[in-house]
């Protein structure tokens, strides 16, 4: 079972939208990986630590068909959407970046600060329907310059469809930056398909690599025309030039990097991404869509507010009842782990989550409503 390869939690652990659940072999691999190379490396640790990141880096070009040297370790998505803006030439008449109000608010606060930049902000209403390409298409007017597509949406479940999207950013010459934090490791990604500009990912979520890594994916097409002002030697051609007069952006996602980086969170997170593709995306997107729809099915459909097709929905299923309090009670009562937001409570399985528990979580709001 693959419940016995993560930790085990309090519970019916159904918050995987927010913190997914670390592999059992995180723990050796921390040891292995930092302590020991603390303890032993010669002449010291960075020998050893460097490799984290090649590891890192490998693990995301299997799990969404990418090349290592396309991706770029960060701290979360907040400060590569800070980088990646900060990078881009400085704006002219086609000035306006674009967004949902759905979108995760801490990606609307990086964007307004673009508007010291002379950049402006624009937001699709939240009764727009991200599903819908005719409504994406009204609103990429000719003066905006870059748009944030939000893969899954992280309060309603929705899925937007990115390809669709991109290709149409792409005719009309305007950037693409996806966010698929709450995607990645539920939902089967492939970069080559999508075409798109910028990826933007976060390893605490699905993915079940703990705080602290994020990563930036960037399309080979559009890499010479963004130079990042937040670098460091690590954003270096060659970091071991030592030169402090010259300066040349690495010739990859890298120059996205920065001063000296952390190490324990990409041991962390590359034990997470690891464990996910020795099972296969597919496996868990497969059975995560088999719990959801057992729990909507056995509810009224007034009360789920994410799409009812598969195709629409990412791994979240967001209900919200006419007695929405008590039902929440009661799931708390029987040790169900769960939050819950503006649209409705949140209910995440995941690959180790089994069809016992969602029965459980059944019973439970079925006695409740």
């Given amino acids: ?23 059992v072999t995180t723990r050796s691999a921390v040891e292995r990986h ?19 990141f090649d590891q890192f880096r490998g693990e995301l070009a299997t799990l969404l068909n990418g090349r290592e040297d396309q991706f770029c370790p960060q701290v979360n998505l907040s400060s590569g959407l800070s980088k990646l803006l900060m990078s881009l030439p ?28 002379g950049y402006r902000v624009r937001f699709m209403p939240k009764s727009v329907n991200p599903l819908d390409i ?29 390809a669709a999207i991109t290709a149409l950013a792409r005719e009309r010459e305007i950037l693409a930056i996806v966010d698929i934090s709450q995607s990645a490791g539920v939902v089967p990604i492939d970069l080559a398909i999508w075409q798109t500009d910028v990826v933007l990912g976060s390893c605490v979520k699905w993915l079940c690599g703990g705080p ?34 010259h300066f040349q952006y690495a010739d990859n996602a890298s120059r996205f990097w920065g001063g000296t980086p952390s190490v324990l969170p990409y041991i962390v997170a590359t034990s997470g991404i690891r464990t996910l593709n020795e099972i296969g995306v597919g496996q868990i997107r ?27 929905r990412g791994g979240t299923l967001v209900l919200d009842f006419a007695n929405q309090a008590q039902v929440s009670e009661a799931l708390k009562s029987a040790r169900v782990q769960f939050d819950v937001r503006s649209m409705g409570m ?24």
Avoid at 216 to 232: A, K, Q, R
Avoid at 288 to 308: C, K
Avoid at 346 to 362: G, K, W
Wanted: net charge negative.
């Fill in 1 to 23: 079972m693959h419940n016995q390869r993560f930790a085990p939690a309090q519970g019916i652990y159904l918050l995987n939208h927010s913190v997914g659940r670390l592999p």
């Fill in 34 to 52: 930092f302590f020991a190379a603390w303890e032993q490396g010669e002449p010291d640790a960075w020998g050893d630590w460097i490799t984290v």
């Fill in 90 to 117: 400085e704006p002219g008449p086609r000035n306006t970046l674009l967004l949902t109000e759905n979108d995760f608010p801490s990606m609307g606060f990086v964007m307004q600060q673009a508007e010291r930049a």
């Fill in 134 to 162: 005719d409504q994406w298409s009204d609103f990429m007017t000719g003066d905006v310059c870059a748009v944030l597509v939000t893969h899954a949406h992280y309060n309603t479940g929705r899925l937007t469809p990115v």
């Fill in 212 to 245: 602290g890594a994020g990563f930036l994916w960037i399309n080979d097409e559009i890499l010479d025309h963004l130079n990042p002002m937040d670098v460091g030697w690590f954003s270096h051609q060659n970091p071991f030039e030592f030169n402090i007069k």
């Fill in 286 to 312: 497969t059975h995560n869509l088999a719990l959801t729809r057992s729990i909507m099915e056995s509810v009224p459909e007034s009360s789920v507010v994410t799409p009812l097709e598969a195709e629409n």
């Fill in 346 to 369: 949140r209910l995440s399985p995941h690959i180790y989550n089994t069809a016992d528990e969602i029965n459980e979580v059944i019973a439970t709001i079925q006695h409740t409503i």
